[in-house]
């Protein structure tokens, strides 16, 4: 059974987490200006943007690590006024955790008297996550996917609602994305609200029902990974050298199939298209007989 202080409250339990209004300076920089969102329970939310987006200072704002102008409420406690009930909420995964040189077992103990919780969870957690063989070894000599592991079992430790992670994969190789990411997706299949920050295209598309666009510190847009696979996959740019008499016709074919063409000042039809329709133009040109006596192909990055 979880402790008292991790059972939502169910008059107050939708959403999960609530941003209103959010602002935070750090003397004449605006690192978050404004930024409202939501997640729901059992939502897996990704906050995308480039570096100094604002993601990071999300995160903190939300842990209650800096103050800032507006309302966060976590499982329907306010960060700033509830602070350790909104806290204990949460399950929290750094981009790289600290860990004391103790044992894993001896860690576990620790953060599960530290929180409260009930440390017949651990060999659960220990089987899940692939740390029974380890359980006795110091934690400075795990690998890094092992301790970003440990680092997990630690944030499940007291079964919050939200699991809050930063950069989830950012150190680690191929094949402990992978399986870290496996693990993360079982979560959320099991109605574990996520909330993450990334800059990883496979950490969105395994993990996110939505994406957040960050940028300057505001959300900008809201949409789906598919959408964001969309705007950042390769397009080509094709530069069709066509003769004078046919080359407004072709410009004509081409925008009445909807795509993206123009003429442009080498006398030549240039037009982009995704990557896996490059042949789509071509083809459509010479089905309406018009002859192309050479052209040249880019690749472009769609987003904007």
Known sequence: MMEPSNIVNPERAA???????VTKRYGKLLALDGVSMQAAPGEA???WGANGAGKSTLVKAILGLVGYQGRIEVAGYDALREGKSARRQIGYVPQEAVHYDISVRATLIFYARLKKADP??????LDRLGLVDHLDKPVPVLSGGLKQRLALAIAL???PPLLLLDEPTANLDSQGRSDYLALLAGLHREQKTILFASHRFEEVEILADRVLLMESGR???????ADLRL???PNVELTLWIGDSQRSHALEVLLGQGMNAHLNGRSTVVVRVDAAQKLEPLHLLAAQGIVITDFEMEKVQSWN
């Open 45 to 47: 939310l990704a906050l």
């Open 219 to 225: 959300v900008s847009e809201e949409i789906s990974p």
């Open 231 to 233: 705007r950042l996959s």
């Open 157 to 159: 430790i007291s079964n």
């Open 15 to 21: 959403p999960i987490l609530a941003v209103h209004s």
């Open 120 to 125: 017949r969870r651990i060999p659960a957690l």
